[in-house]
């Protein structure tokens, strides 16, 4: 899990040294997140560095890392855009244990 807000408390010793694996390995791969607002900060940091890892995402909100979002609208990593509040709602549910979220607006 890493945690923050756009880019406010990303997990960098976590995201470089997945990156440093990942550089010298080639893995770990396809990854699949699941984040309300990807953290990043249009420089290169916070998730951004670990965009050739991920295979499908699930999100609300990637503007603050330009990678992510050109791999995603170029179709190299599978992608599905959902209200982040849902998200959010979601991801409460489940480390609350509930088995799912159910929404009034439609999702």
């Known amino acids: 899990t890493s945690a923050g807000f756009v880019a406010t408390m990303p ?13 010298k390995t080639g893995h770990p791969r396809n ?3 699941v984040f309300p607002i ?3 900060d249009r420089e ?3 998730t951004e ?3 050739p890892m991920v295979s499908k995402a699930i999100f609300g909100w ?7 979002t050109n791999a995603v609208l170029s179709g190299k990593i599978e992608a599905y855009n959902l209200p982040m509040g849902q998200i ?14 159910l929404s009034k607006v439609g999702l």
């Open 62 to 68: 990637t503007d603050v890392c330009p990678a992510f």
């Open 11 to 23: 997990c960098d010793a976590l995201i470089s040294a997945l990156r440093k694996r990942y550089d």
């Open 44 to 46: 290169g940091r916070g």
């Open 88 to 101: 959010s709602h979601m991801i409460r549910s489940s480390a609350n244990g509930v088995p799912g979220h």
């Open 31 to 33: 990854l699949e997140m």
């Open 38 to 40: 990807i953290v990043g």
């Open 49 to 51: 560095p670990i965009t």
